[in-house]
Every structure is written in structure tokens, then in C-alpha cells.
């Protein structure tokens, strides 16, 4: 069982930066791929960005790719995602996630456990 926990959502300008972090639980947190995912209003989740278990893999998608950066620490148990040149489009709810392989880590429903989100609001 992992227990996640994300932190560090806010308000922010377009333009503007935040690091999310995300605490995650339990002894074997460098077996895990973790995912970072977003949902706005009125839209389904979406894949923001994955890294695998190493640290040294990483995948985004296109509408974050060269403004998002995923690290892990896990020595810490804590991944977190960088995120610069912020937009109103990336408006959402944002989520951790936990998944038992980095394999296709672009799709939701291969993650195990998830976080409860934290809001990241990006005004114009």
C-alpha cells in the first residue's frame, strides 16, 4: 500500500513558476513509476509527465514538454514537478500517481495509487 500526498498548488501568473511535491508512503517508493496528471473543469485527466522508479527516465507530454521537469528523491520518498513559463491552460487539479511499471506510464489506469490532487490556478 503507498499513501500520497501532494503539496505546493497555489495562484500564480501567467509566466510564473511552482514546484509541486508529492510524499509518498512506505519502504519501497524507488520500485514505483510515479505520474503526474491533471484535470481542469469540464475535462477528462490528462498524462502531464512520468519518471520511472531509477529516476533516470522521463517522459511529458507535448503541451508541458521544456517548461515541466519531474525529479525524484528517494531517499526522501518525494517526487515533484518543476513547473515554469506557466500558462492559464494549465489550470487544474493536479495528481501524483504510483505505478508498478514505467511501462505505457502515459495511461491513467495503469497507476496503482493516487493522490488526492492539489489546485494550481494560473491567472492571466
Known amino acids: 500500500q503507498v499513501q500520497l500526498v501532494e503539496s505546493g498548488g497555489g495562484l500564480v501568473q501567467a509566466g510564473g513558476s511552482l514546484r509541486l511535491s508529492c510524499a509518498a508512503s512506505g519502504r519501497t517508493f524507488s520500485s514505483y513509476a510515479m505520474g503526474w496528471f491533471r484535470q481542469a473543469p469540464g475535462k477528462e485527466r490528462e498524462f502531464v509527465g512520468a519518471?520511472?522508479?531509477?529516476?533516470?527516465?522521463?517522459d511529458y507530454a507535448d503541451s508541458v514538454k521544456g517548461r515541466f521537469t519531474i525529479s525524484r528523491d528517494n531517499a526522501k520518498n518525494t517526487v515533484y514537478l518543476q513547473m515554469s513559463s506557466l500558462k492559464p491552460e494549465d489550470t487544474a487539479v493536479y495528481y501524483c500517481?504510483?505505478?508498478?511499471?514505467?511501462?505505457?506510464?502515459?495511461?491513467?489506469?495503469?497507476?496503482?495509487?493516487w493522490g488526492q490532487g492539489t489546485q494550481v490556478t494560473v491567472s492571466s
Open positions: 519518471i520511472n522508479g531509477r529516476g533516470d527516465m522521463t
Open positions: 500517481a504510483a505505478a508498478a511499471t514505467y511501462f505505457r506510464a502515459v495511461v491513467a489506469r495503469n497507476y496503482n495509487y
